[in-house]
Structures are given as structure tokens and as C-alpha cells.
């Protein structure tokens, strides 16, 4: 197994430190084993980027949407093999991570589209003789941090417009899914070379994030982070300090509410979908469930009986619905606020424990709590594990009004067949993403994702939105 772990300035580097990582559905099955990156590494890799930036930015808009599409080819080509290494190492499921290298893979082609056609416009002057000319040029060389909980597609919706309008790259992936980031790195490597690209413009570094994503923080022209709050508000600080642009996705503690006049077997798939699947692991999940009176009983019964026959086991076992939970760490924040949970009197539904199988592993019991106010810190804070809260409200009102009193603002979800109540959620629920009867989980490639309040910073992601990011605008005038 090659230590091999850090492509910087175009070739493949071992750091000093080792990093073993164990399959968190078997913990006695080694997944890889890495090295750390160390902040000289950081410094190789900018200068590194900054050199072959200006040969990116040179290429016609063709060579750079024919890189894109190469890498959204590789990733269609290999995605058997590249979901059996996020299985492995980040404990998803096969058809989780299918799913997500495929949408990977468009994310891709999309930006292969959108490199053609970058906008500009000429204008008129209010002074005579005289034209503007409004264009957009790359930033120059962007840093990404990611986190571990989508390590393909999240990367691959900051690496994509970032080469689609002539950026280089530092990327700071999270140490706990070294081999997934490597395999990435491989087909993007491949890409550039295959078109007589300097791969030195695409550099990847594995490595704690105080040291070596602080230190990219500290070095590139823009930042653009997906992870938790805390982190992400300490990069925000940096960058004001440096004047450097930062872009943040963050975490949320999204509302599902589920109305009386909905049906509750259906309003019960909807919610476990979005509450559970992926362990609980994504931004986007349900963490509360505001659920109407009139609905209470039947939507809870219907819960439960769901929730007894999800299939909790081994990532890589073809019936398991629900893998484990990333590590250790992990597993001990989730049991804390389960803790919490009961301490402040919340009642569990279902769930709550930890969960042996034949191999030992992270499996965590996917969890419901009923009885539980708003104001409770499962309630509060982003659980981020397979925990879901039910709060009991008088009608529709009191249902909004819970659904947007929290700090995050990332995505929410209404369950109701009253279009006069859909409508009306649409227009005042205050979360950057919105679902009618659908999950809070679950988005498109070519839109754009964030959220509001402490759920994002800066400007979208994804779909045309990104361009705003990756360009800077430069207004020309020309007298003639
Ligand atoms: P995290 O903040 O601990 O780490 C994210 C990345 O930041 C990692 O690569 C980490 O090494 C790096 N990092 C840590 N400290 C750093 C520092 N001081 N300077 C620079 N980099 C540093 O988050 P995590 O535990 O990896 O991910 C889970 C969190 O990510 C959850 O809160 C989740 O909601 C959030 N998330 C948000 C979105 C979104 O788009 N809104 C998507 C996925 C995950």
C-alpha cells in the first residue's frame, strides 16, 4: 500500500506522519493507511498552483470544458469502484455512495457546459464615444476544505467551477476519508495531463485542519469551506483579516412539518428518509419533526413501525439500509445528546442505543424522541447522526413559527396537501432550501444549495450561482 498520500506541484509526496484508517462497519478490517501533510507541504502546493494558474487561465474555454468532461467520465466509468472505497473508509452504504459519485459526475458535466459559456456584456456609456465592457476573470488560487460526509460530490461542487473558470486548486479534504480524496485526485490528475495541462494547478494535501487547512486558509486568494460552524467561523475571521473572499456551507437543524390533513404513512416515509438515511449524516437532514396535533398519534405510530424494520448493519452487506456512523468520535457525540435528550426530558420513541452486530462497528439505533420542546439542546444544536425530534404544535402558525425559531437556516420541508399552507410556507419559512412533500435531504446538481442564518456565508453554491465565487468582475471602458 503506497504512503503516498499528497499530490502537490504535480507529483505524489509522503508526509511525515502515519494515518491508519479502519473500516467503521469492522473495526478490524483496515481500510488504508496515509500520511499527514505538514504546512511546508502547504507552501509547495500554493506556489505550486500560483505557477501554472496563468497557463489555466490562457486556455480556451473548449480545453477547459474538455477537462471537466473528462473527469465527469471517470467518474461515471469507475464509480463501482470508487463507491466501494467511500464505503469502506466513511461507512456508506453502496447505493448511497453510488448515488453520490454519480451526481459527482454531472456536477461535473455541468460545469463542463458552463465553462463555454462564461458571460461578458458591452454596454453602452452615458458618455458619448465610449463602451463598457463587463467581464469576468479567475480569482486566481482557491483553497477548498471539505468535510467527510459527501467526500466526493462535495469537493467535486467547489473543484468543478473553480477549473471551469480558470482557477488552480489547493484542496484540504478531511483526514478521516484520505483514500476517496486520493482516488479523486487521481482522475483529476489524469484529466488535466490527457489535455496538456499542468496537473501542478490541482494540488491535494491530507492533513489536520488547525495546521494544514489553517495554513492553506492563510495562503490562497479565496476559500471556499464546508463543515461546521465553529470551524467555519474561525476561516471567516481569517479571511477578513487577509481581505481574501470565503464562501461557507455549514450546519442546519432543519424542521419537517408534517400537517394534519397529510397522510401519515406517507408524511412516515418522507421523514425517515430525510431524518435517517446516511446515519443521519448530512447537512440537509431532518433533525426536528413539527408535527400538528391532529396528526400526532398516528404520525409517531407510523414512525415507529417503520423504524423497526430499518436494516442497520455492515456498509458493504447488499440489504443494509443504514451503515454506521463515521467514528468513534462521532458515535460518543451522538449518545451525548441522546443523553441530553432524555436529561431534558424528551421520551424515546424508538432507538436510542448502540447496536451490536457481527462486526464490530460504529451502529448507532436510528433514534426518535417524541415529548420534546423546541427549546431543548437536541433541538437547538446539529446532532449530525441518525436522531430525530418530534415537537407537538397547536396548527399551521405555531408550526412556522417552530420551524424558524433556530439559529441555522439550511434547508425545511412541509408535508400537506393545503396549497394555501404550501404557498404560504414557501414564502415565509426563513431556510435557503425549501421541499413540499419531499425530504429536506435530497437536492439537484444544477441548482443552487446554501441556507441562511449560521447555515451558510457568502455566496451559493452550485448551479449558475457559482460563478459569482470563482470570477471577479472587471468593468472595461474604451473610448472609441
Ligand atoms: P469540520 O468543521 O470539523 O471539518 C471540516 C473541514 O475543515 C475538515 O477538512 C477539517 O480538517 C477542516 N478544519 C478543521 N479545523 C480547521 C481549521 N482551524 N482551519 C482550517 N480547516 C479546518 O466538519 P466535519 O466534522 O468534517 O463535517 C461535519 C459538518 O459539516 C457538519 O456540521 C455538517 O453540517 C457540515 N456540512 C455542511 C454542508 C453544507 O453544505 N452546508 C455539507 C456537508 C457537511
Known amino acids: 500500500m503506497s504512503l503516498d498520500t499528497h499530490f502537490v506541484a504535480g507529483s505524489w509526496r509522503r508526509g ?6 479502519r473500516n467503521p462497519s469492522d473495526l478490524d478490517e483496515l481500510a488504508g493507511s496515509y500520511t499527514l501533510a505538514t504546512a511546508d507541504d502547504v507552501r509547495d502546493a500554493v506556489a505550486a498552483a500560483r505557477a501554472a494558474q496563468p497557463v489555466w487561465r490562457a486556455a480556451t474555454v473548449e480545453q477547459r470544458s474538455l477537462v471537466l468532461d473528462s473527469i465527469s467520465r471517470a467518474l461515471f466509468d469507475r464509480k463501482d469502484e470508487l463507491a466501494r472505497i467511500a464505503a469502506t473508509e466513511g461507512g456508506k452504504t453502496i447505493p448511497d455512495a453510488l448515488g453520490e459519485i454519480t451526481r459527482a459526475g454531472h456536477l461535473a458535466r455541468f460545469f463542463a457546459a458552463e465553462a463555454l459559456r462564461a458571460p461578458g456584456e458591452t454596454l453602452g456609456s452615458v458618455r458619448p464615444g465610449v463602451e463598457v465592457d463587463v467581464t469576468r476573470e479567475p480569482v486566481g488560487v482557491i483553497g477548498l476544505v471539505t468535510p467527510w460526509n459527501f467526500p466526493v460530490a462535495t469537493p467535486m461542487w467547489k473543484i468543478a467551477p473553480a477549473l471551469a473558470f480558470g482557477n488552480a486548486i489547493v484542496w484540504k479534504p478531511s483526514e478521516k476519508t484520505p483514500g476517496i480524496s486520493v482516488a479523486v485526485t487521481r482522475i483529476v490528475a489524469q484529466a488535466l495531463a490527457e489535455h496538456g495541462m499542468p496537473t501542478a494547478l490541482f ?4 492533513g489536520a485542519g488547525p495546521q494544514v487547512g489553517a495554513a492553506v486558509v492563510d495562503a490562497v486568494d479565496a476559500v471556499s469551506f464546508t463543515g461546521s460552524v465553529n470551524t467555519g467561523r474561525r476561516i471567516a475571521v481569517r479571511c477578513a483579516e487577509r481581505m481574501v473572499r470565503v464562501q461557507l456551507e455549514l450546519g442546519g437543524q432543519n ?3 408534517v400537517l394534519a ?3 401519515p404513512g406517507r408524511a412516515a416515509d418522507i421523514a425517515v428518509n430525510s431524518a435517517y438515511f446516511h446515519a443521519g449524516q448530512r447537512c440537509t437532514a431532518t ?8 396528526i400526532h398519534d398516528a404520525f409517531v405510530a407510523a414512525m415507529t413501525e417503520r423504524m423497526a424494520a430499518l436494516r442497520v448493519g455492515h456498509s458493504l452487506l447488499p440489504d443494509t439500509q443504514i451503515g454506521p456512523v463515521i467514528d468513534e468520535f462521532q458515535l460518543t457525540k451522538n449518545l451525548g445528546y441522546i443523553e441530553s435528550g432524555l436529561r431534558e426530558g424528551a421520551e424515546v420513541a424508538a432507538g436510542g442505543t448502540r447496536l451490536d452486530r457481527p462486526t464490530r462497528g460504529w451502529f448507532l439505533a436510528p433514534t426518535l424522541f417524541t415529548g420534546t420542546s423546541n427549546a431543548m439542546t437536541i433541538n437547538r444544536e446539529e446532532v449530525f447522526g441518525p436522531v430525530a425530534s418530534v415537537i407537538r404544535v397547536r396548527d399551521y402558525e405555531e408550526a412556522l413559527a417552530v420551524a424558524n425559531d433556530t439559529d441555522y437556516g439550511l434547508s425545511s420541508g412541509i408535508i400537506t396537501n393545503s396549497m394555501k399552507h404550501a404557498r404560504h410556507f414557501q414564502a415565509n419559512v426563513q431556510s435557503g432550501m425549501t421541499m413540499l412533500n ?5 437536492v439537484d446538481y444544477h441548482v443552487p444549495f446554501g441556507g441562511r442564518k449560521m447555515s451558510s456565508y457568502g455566496p451559493r ?3 449558475r450561482s457559482a460563478i459569482e465565487f470563482y470570477t471577479i468582475i472587471k468593468t472595461a471602458y474604451r473610448a472609441l
Open 461 to 463: 453554491e452550485q448551479g
Open 287 to 294: 433533525g426536528r419533526l413539527v408535527v400538528e396535533d391532529g
Open 438 to 442: 419531499l425530504p429536506t435531504a435530497g
Open 203 to 206: 494540488n491535494m494535501l491530507v
Open 255 to 257: 424542521p419537517l412539518v
Open 16 to 21: 511525515a506522519d502515519r494515518l491508519d484508517i
Open 261 to 263: 390533513d397529510a397522510d
